[in-house]
């Protein structure tokens, strides 16, 4: 039995071989019966979740960048997330950025064969301009797309460090990779369909990895995302409201300390608390791996 042949055959669930034949209640309780298995099968694998957060954080604080590489449903969840990091975070678009077999044409269509080259993923690594201080965060439900592989591969060849993120547990993507993070969620209930409980999987770890990031590079305070990029109305409530918190104010004078700096919550709690000018408040908050708590204590 060839490597693909096996792999497919694994992805048979005993469980739901009738799934066609049962009653819509049934099929729903199914579902989320192994939806709700995801998370224990993440919990095994937290201390390589750790070292991946650590790897990242070591390699930006020295100026590199994070790179999400994947085909079909992996790759669309590597730019979800990343996408979401410049407005939560305030970072910059090229922090974190992704790559997907089939390029944005693949975001809201499959492109067929794209997942097999194995030239495409280093030719946009390269055209990336990768260097030894980046990351490579591979992530292949199965654990074995060439275009993947082949990115990890040129990622290793240029001395960047490699992630493999798989959720069948260790794959042949483990090989290509200085570390692996691989939760087996099991055999989906839909056979074959990693958009499913695999494709669940890798959301909750890259969230968790990319905010994991952000917090140990000091974009978050307490719980608040004190970086935020408030351009909406609901986000600049959500800034005033941070401001009050913080700063401990009514909301009018949240409010006018918010439009001194340009919405920008970090400055405004720092113009409030170190009774600063807006342009330095605003030059403190650009200063980067600071924590908002240290540069409160700092400033005192």
Known sequence: MSELSSTINKEQNIETKQLSELPLMTVLELINSHDASVALSINKVLPDVAKAVEIIVTQIKQGGRLFYIGAGTSGRLGVLDSAECPPTFGTDSSLVQSIIA?????????????EDCIESGPAKLQQCQLTSLDVVLGIAASGRTPFVISALDYARHIGSKTIALSTRGL??????????????????????????????????????????????????????????????????????????????????????????????????????????????????????????????????
Do not use: W
């Not at 104010?249 to 000018?277: G, P």
């Open 102 to 114: 089939g390029g944005d044409d693949a975001m809201l269509a499959a492109v067929e064969n794209i």
């Open 171 to 300: 794959g042949i993507i483990s090989q290509h990779a200085d570390l692996s993070i691989a939760p087996d969620v099991g055999a989906e209930v839909l056979a074959g369909s990693t958009r499913m409980k695999s494709g669940t999987a890798q959301k909750m770890l890259l969230g968790m990895i990319s905010t994991s990031v952000m917090i140990q590079l000091g974009k978050v305070h307490g719980n608040l995302m004190v970086d935020v990029k408030a351009n909406n109305q609901k986000l600049r409530t959500r800034a005033n409201y941070m401001v009050q918190h913080i700063c401990e104010v009514d909301e009018l004078t949240a409010i006018n300390l918010l439009d001194t700096v340009n919405y920008n919550v970090r400055a405004a709690v720092l113009l409030h608390s170190l009774d600063t000018s807006p342009s330095k408040a605003l030059a403190l908050a650009a200063q980067p791996f600071q924590s908002l708590k240290q540069q409160l204590q700092q400033g005192k």
